[in-house]
């Protein structure tokens, strides 16, 4: 048999990344029309901080896993951009 609890529910960790996603996409897309690219980089930044404080989101082989180390490099290409 096997154990309902310890087994995670697709739909939530589907909605999830997808939310983590828009999120991403969202912050690059102001970041970039607005040109903040500071705010954009700092958004990007805390973005990064709260993936990998929150152990749902930084579950090994999660797509939100990903979406956080984009967010680090992200950050790190608007920086470049405001700074060249």
């Known amino acids: 048999m096997e154990n309902k609890d310890n087994k995670e529910n697709w739909l939530i960790r589907f909605i999830v990344t997808l939310v ?45 896993r990903w979406f956080g180390w984009l967010a680090l490099l992200q950050a790190a290409w608007l920086l470049y951009l405001q700074f060249s």
């Not at 102001?30 to 709260?50: H, L, P, Q, R, T």
Request: aromatic fraction near 20%; hydrophobic fraction near 55%.
């Open 20 to 64: 983590w996603l828009i999120i991403s996409i969202g912050i690059d897309v102001y970041a970039v029309m607005s040109k903040g690219y500071i705010i954009g980089a700092v958004a990007e930044f805390v973005f990064f901080i709260v993936t990998f404080c929150v152990p749902y989101l930084r579950k090994k082989g999660t797509y939100t």
